[in-house]
């Protein structure tokens, strides 16, 4: 099991996306996965750090990427209440993309990839759980 802990903030997502590329290169994992795994960590952390906190403060956000079989995701963060199942919008997927709401579109692509996603809040804050596909 692979465990990090991040501020909220677009410095430390960088950081630990690079540290996710790094710990994962020796390990035996598929090119594809790596990148479900990156972009997954990119598009929910994103989210986090843009909307969960109402104040300028530092939030730690907990990661844990188990890479046995099965191989799981979890981001847990002590941002608002935010059930992106439930709560984030449907992706609006017609029309030119300038013209489109922002809004709901990752977690579109991320269910296309075959990505299974689990919310529950737990003792003040929101876990998310990746379920990746067996390769």
């Keep these: 099991m ?3 802990s991040m501020a ?3 410095a430390d997502l ?3 996306l690079d540290e996710v590329d790094e ?3 020796p390990l035996p994992v598929s090119p594809k996965r790596k990148y ?3 972009l997954a960590l990119d598009e929910l952390l994103s989210n986090v750090i843009r909307y969960a906190y109402d104040d300028a403060a530092r939030h730690r956000i907990d990661l844990k990427l188990e890479t046995g079989a099965p191989f799981h995701l979890t981001i847990a963060d002590d941002g608002k209440p935010f059930d992106p199942l439930a709560d984030a919008p449907s ?3 017609d029309g030119p993309v300038e013209d489109r709401p922002i809004g709901g579109l990752g977690l579109h692509i991320l269910k296309k990839m075959g990505l299974q996603l689990a919310y529950r ?3 003040g804050r929101n876990v998310v759980r990746v379920d990746f596909p067996e390769e």
């Design 91 to 93: 992706p609006v997927l």
């Design 36 to 38: 479900a795994v990156r």
């Design 23 to 25: 710990r994962l290169a």
């Design 2 to 4: 692979l465990e990090w």
């Design 14 to 16: 960088a950081r630990v």
């Design 8 to 10: 909220n903030d677009s």
């Design 121 to 123: 809040r737990e003792a």
